[in-house]
């Protein structure tokens, strides 16, 4: 549910920039402090697995695949 509606010009994206952080900011306000440094905690211990450039270079190839499907497609 928007205040201003989208499709006016410049009004309709201003609400979304002013009630989005606003609401991020109230829950993580909601949140109790001991849960949030706990999930802190856990956050940082998976943030330290290891990446895989194999894993990325198959999904950046699949992606690519679809969009050339896609172009063919459409000029097809």
Known sequence: MDLIPAFIPVLGLLDDLLIVPLGIALAVRCIPAALMARYRIEATARADRPSSRAGMFIV?????????????????
Not at 60 to 76: D, Q, S
């Open 60 to 76: 950046l190839f699949l992606w690519g695949v679809g969009l050339g499907a896609c172009v063919l497609w459409l000029a097809g």
